[in-house]
């Protein structure tokens, strides 16, 4: 890794150089095994000419694999580069009913290539969710309500056409743009209630009885898709030929049922598998011809070939339970020598096919063995077209750009790749070596005589050598022999699930050595490929190199008249010439030398005459007395003393509950007992008695399975033993609000009884609740003089990403000014979730109690009317050797949103430049944050 230094700016404001826009098509096909194409497997049943002579103008990846063995899962890793159990789908696949996997404030490929002027299509499968509401009434009931933009349009693609989900999932129906349509000829589809039911039929026309649209056929459906994606390239070239377009096309085959569109009569199920395989291939030929004709006129004067970027690949291995080859003569080979199938954590689950082809970029016929993983997919067409994105985007995502334009790289070119099976089993792979979590193949072909069926956990069960063992032998597992391989790999696969990201940002990277990041070299149109540009006093002429400026915080392309460290376009935020509010004058460096503007210094309220008058933060923000992140297993009696035990709550309505911990997650059930059955834990000890300032609950939700009782999720704490509804509780409420009249919302409750509904401290407010099961973070403080909550990642009722937050004294609030002095020493930490008609679910990824300790001090932002950004420079007094943390907030009580962590300490002072898009620039913005530094525990 390069040397990253304390400038984490402009991540996806850098200014782009000029790059390449080729046409992409992403072919995307649908349980294809490593084995059936003849290019990579000589010996297939199949015949597939046409992809044959895609690999031979273009390059094959032999170490191909998907982020996941089964559908969903891989294709939200394919459009956003994150690895899919960082969502709530830790396993399994969604169907036709379910709401969506892609958050609508995720960066995505269709997404970043609109921001380089593409036109962006989804032509096939989705299989991501439909709208933000589960089940099949409510997502197709109205067919034609043009508002409900059914899929994946906020997801980045202008224009949409396909279906739900896998073709042996119902409902049976194709969607035109947000809308329910006739297959056939793409009239409005009838209401829902009106759709006859599809009789189940067995494989290998696998389908399942539900509702079917009129005008579905299932056999026509591959020649319909080619259609219109054809259809889209004719228009494209006579309407848009002066944009670039990117075509999603993710095909429904060869997946069950095997439906090619011939007559299979007398044809064994080997024999329609081939059948469907083959039209595939027949199907991509068409596609590649339509691109040299894109009129079919037979004139390939109007071809776009040469500007097209096709990728050909599988979303999981073949799924082979369904054959019988000994008694049908073929000896299929779906998935070669890699054993297993689709589902299981085994290469042939994952190991996929590859293809990519570019004319005069990519080299013919040419073949990579580089580990690549499908994430990759997204910072490498990012990569190609030369488009930024925010730190928060392409998690997992490391461009391969130059394997496939044969370019020198040193390899490996990515960090290691994260498997995930069927049933949540996790793998990582480095090199040579495989390690897996789990017992059994974690999918469909069960425990292959190792011990026992499957089992996910976090303790490694086997270490392959690939290159020694590629079928993944179980005689030859190395686990207990090769055991600091096996404790590196387990080291690793625990910082990637523990960490936001696996991959490094481009902007934070360091391409030419030079000691400045992409990022700082691309927005001030520095060369990030040349490194004696470091070397070189920028345009501003100060006297400073572009290193010094880089290593300073500064705009190298702004002069500093009064040399305090701020070129003069951050001071004069809306270059005016005068001193406006919250901004500081570039004409007065300051008074005492101390690098702070007189006016700011005395914003702080420190004495601008005297050099060490600095706010010095040696405060920390919040000392840690017990977290618990569910890593040990460690389920326990909540006795006094037990930092980070949980222990299920004993009482008479939490009967049916049951504790989980494993994979780093809490799953708190309220089992499926009576109604108001109860899953709740507790957590010792908070002693508020030793806690001078207050103290902050936390919880890290990662999902909520379904909706509880009203009023039936609680986070708060008990100073008894019990739990939500008895006496002495305090805590956040959600789900029901009954006591306010509201259904949806969360509100701030006492129980100082044996009562549902308690006393209501805040009112809170109303949210959407489809947000809410997807997870959230919740903090409460309680201190002497009253309470403050920030409730992030959750939606209002419109759908908006919305922090809510609150603060109140306890007078204020209906309790006694003195309430803090009645908590005690050993009192609770405390979650329940309350059953609605069926049992719930309530998953943790963390909880947390922290004493709060005086806060370091808070600045006032300075703003640039720069376009489209704004800046503002921190300096503080700093140790040598500390780390600091840099936090913003709106209201001064929420300070969740931090803006860089590991800050190292610069001497005496550190300056710290911070650009991000979320500011207001301009002097007449009406919104400021508050920052403050935090010296971070060492």
């Known amino acids: 890794m390069k040397r990253l230094l304390p400038w984490?700016?402009?991540?996806?404001?850098?200014?782009?150089?000029?790059?390449?826009?080729?046409?992409?098509?992403?072919?995307?096909?649908?349980?294809?095994?490593?084995?059936?194409?003849?290019?990579?497997?000589?010996?297939?049943?199949?015949?597939?000419?046409?992809?044959?002579?895609?690999?031979?103008?273009?390059?094959?990846?032999?170490?191909?694999?998907?982020?996941?063995?089964?559908?969903?899962?891989?294709?939200?890793?394919?459009?956003?580069?994150?690895?899919?159990?960082?969502?709530r789908l830790k396993s399994g696949v969604l169907n036709g009913s379910s709401r969506r996997l892609i958050a609508a404030d995720r960066d995505t490929i269709p997404k970043l290539?609109?921001?380089?002027?593409?036109?962006?299509?989804?032509?096939?499968?989705?299989?991501?969710?439909?709208?933000?509401?589960?089940?099949?009434?409510?997502?197709?009931?109205?067919?034609?309500?043009?508002?409900?933009?059914?899929?994946?349009?906020?997801?980045?693609?202008?224009?949409?056409?396909?279906?739900?989900a896998s073709l042996d999932h119902i409902p049976y129906c194709i969607v035109d743009d947000g809308n329910l349509v006739n297959m056939a000829d793409d009239t409005d589809s009838p209401d829902y209630s009106t759709w006859p039911t599809q009789p189940a039929s067995p494989s290998p026309r696998f389908i399942r009885s539900g509702k079917i649209a009129p005008g579905f056929d299932f056999e026509k459906l591959m020649g319909r898709l080619e259609v219109k994606l054809s259809d889209y390239?004719?228009?494209?070239?006579?309407?848009?030929?002066?944009?670039?377009?990117?075509?999603?096309?993710?095909?429904?085959?060869?997946?069950?049922?095997?439906?090619p569109d011939i007559d299979t009569t007398g044809m064994t199920p080997e024999e329609i598998y081939i059948a469907y395989v083959n039209q595939i291939d027949t199907h991509v030929g068409n596609i590649i011809a339509h691109l040299e004709d894109p009129n079919g006129d037979g004139n390939t004067a109007d071809s776009i070939s040469d500007n097209s970027l096709i990728i050909f690949t599988?979303?999981?291995?073949?799924?082979?339970?369904?054959?019988?080859?000994?008694?049908?003569?073929?000896?299929?080979?779906?998935?070669?020598?890699?054993?297993?199938?689709?589902?299981?954590?085994?290469?042939?689950?994952?190991?996929?096919?590859f293809i990519a082809k570019w004319p005069g970029h990519i080299t013919a016929a040419s073949v990579s063995d580089e580990s690549v993983c499908m994430t990759d997919l997204f910072a490498t067409i990012a990569d190609i077209v030369d488009e930024g994105y925010t730190l928060d985007a392409g998690a997992d995502s490391y461009s391969v750009k130059k394997v496939l334009l044969g370019e020198a790289f040193t390899s490996p070119i990515?960090?290691?790749?994260?498997?995930?099976?069927?049933?949540?089993?996790?793998?990582?792979?480095?090199?040579?070596?495989?390690?897996?979590?789990?017992?059994?193949?974690?999918?469909?072909?069960?425990?292959?005589?190792?011990?026992?069926?499957?089992?996910?956990?976090?303790?490694?069960?086997?270490?392959?050598?690939?290159?020694?063992?590629?079928g993944e032998v179980f005689a030859q597992d190395q686990l207990s022999t090769e055991t600091a391989i096996v404790t590196d790999l387990h080291a690793k696969l625990d910082a990637i699930r523990d960490n936001d990201r696996s991959a490094p940002h481009p902007d934070l990277e360091d391409d030419d050595n030079d000691g400045m990041n992409n990022g700082f070299e691309n927005l001030y149109g520095l060369d990030k490929d040349d490194p004696n540009d470091a070397n070189i006093d920028g345009p501003d002429g100060d006297g400073l190199t572009n290193l010094q400026e880089f290593n300073l915080g500064t705009d190298p392309t702004k002069a500093d008249s009064d040399g305090d460290l701020r070129p003069d376009g951050l001071e004069d935020a809306n270059q005016n010439g005068l001193v406006d509010a919250g901004e500081s004058d570039p004409a007065k460096s300051d008074t005492d030398g101390d690098g702070m503007d007189d006016l700011v210094e005395s914003a702080f309220g420190t004495d601008f005459n005297d050099e060490q008058s600095l706010p010095d933060p040696a405060g920390r923000l919040a000392q840690s007395l017990i977290v618990d992140a569910f890593e040990n297993g460690n389920v326990a009696t909540a006795d006094e003393g037990d930092h980070g035990g949980v222990q299920l709550v004993s009482n008479t309505v939490a009967s049916g509950g049951t504790l989980l911990e494993a994979n780093n997650q809490l799953k708190i059930n309220t089992g499926s007992g009576g109604s108001g059955n109860v899953g709740a834990a507790s957590l010792t000890a908070i002693d508020f008695a030793g806690a001078d300032n207050g103290v902050r609950l936390s919880w890290e939700?990662?999902?909520?399975?379904?909706?509880?009782?009203?009023?039936?999720?609680?986070?708060?704490?008990?100073?008894?033993?019990?739990?939500?509804?008895?006496a002495n509780n305090l805590g956040l409420v959600f789900f029901g609000k009954s006591q306010t009249g509201s259904v949806n919302g969360f509100s701030l409750v006492r129980n100082d009884g044996d009562s549902p509904a308690g006393t209501i401290l805040d009112l809170g407010a109303d949210l959407q609740q489809s947000s809410l099961l997807d997870g959230f973070v919740a903090t409460l403080d309680i201190t002497p003089s009253g309470y403050a909550?920030?409730?992030?990642?959750?939606?209002?009722?419109?759908?908006?990403?919305?922090?809510?937050?609150?603060?109140?004294?306890?007078?204020?609030?209906?309790?006694?000014?003195?309430?803090?002095?009645?908590?005690?020493?050993?009192?609770?930490?405390?979650?329940?979730?309350?059953?609605?008609?069926?049992a719930v679910e309530l998953t943790l990824n963390q909880i947390k109690v922290e004493k709060i300790q005086p806060s370091a001090f808070r600045v006032l932002a300075a703003l640039t009317s720069e376009p489209g950004t704004s800046s503002l420079v921190l300096v503080w007094n700093s140790e040598v050797g500390a780390s600091y943390r840099v936090e913003r907030s709106m209201d001064l009580v929420d300070w969740s949103d931090v803006v860089a962590t590991g800050v190292p300490g610069a001497a005496a002072r550190t300056a710290f430049l911070h650009q991000d898009s979320d500011l207001p620039p301009g002097a007449s913005a009406q919104r400021r944050w508050f920052y403050r530094i935090v010296l971070e525990e060492s």
Not at 709 to 723: C, D, V
Not at 807 to 835: E, I
């Open 314 to 353: 599988s979303d999981n291995g073949a799924d082979s339970k369904h054959f019988d080859e000994a008694s049908s003569g073929h000896d299929m080979n779906l998935n070669l020598k890699w054993r297993g199938q689709k589902g299981d954590i085994h290469e042939a689950g994952h190991r996929v096919p």
């Open 233 to 259: 390239i004719t228009d494209h070239v006579a309407n848009h030929s002066s944009q670039p377009f990117f075509i999603y096309h993710p095909l429904p085959a060869p997946h069950a049922p095997w439906v």
């Open 414 to 470: 990515r960090g290691p790749i994260v498997h995930h099976s069927l049933d949540g089993v996790f793998a990582i792979r480095e090199g040579k070596w495989k390690l897996i979590f789990g017992t059994g193949s974690g999918g469909f072909s069960g425990a292959a005589g190792e011990g026992s069926d499957t089992r996910t956990d976090d303790t490694p069960q086997r270490l392959y050598d690939l290159y020694a063992n590629p």
């Open 113 to 164: 290539l609109k921001r380089k002027n593409y036109r962006t299509a989804n032509i096939g499968k989705w299989h991501l969710g439909m709208t933000e509401n589960d089940g099949l009434t409510s997502i197709y009931q109205t067919s034609t309500d043009a508002q409900r933009q059914l899929g994946t349009n906020d997801v980045g693609f202008d224009y949409w056409y396909g279906l739900p």
């Open 8 to 87: 984490i700016a402009c991540l996806g404001l850098t200014a782009a150089a000029q790059a390449e826009t080729p046409n992409i098509i992403v072919i995307l096909v649908d349980d294809l095994g490593y084995g059936d194409i003849q290019s990579y497997n000589p010996n297939a049943q199949t015949s597939t000419p046409h992809l044959d002579a895609l690999a031979g103008a273009g390059m094959s990846l032999t170490d191909f694999h998907t982020n996941s063995a089964v559908c969903t899962p891989t294709r939200y890793g394919l459009l956003t580069g994150r690895y899919a159990w960082r969502t």
């Open 789 to 838: 909550y920030s409730l992030t990642g959750l939606n209002d009722t419109a759908g908006t990403p919305t922090t809510f937050t609150n603060a109140n004294t306890w007078l204020a609030s209906g309790l006694p000014a003195n309430f803090y002095d009645t908590l005690g020493t050993n009192d609770r930490h405390l979650s329940s979730v309350q059953m609605g008609t069926t």
């Open 701 to 726: 939700v990662a999902a909520v399975s379904d909706k509880p009782e009203a009023n039936g999720l609680f986070l708060g704490f008990s100073t008894g033993t019990g739990f939500y509804r008895s």
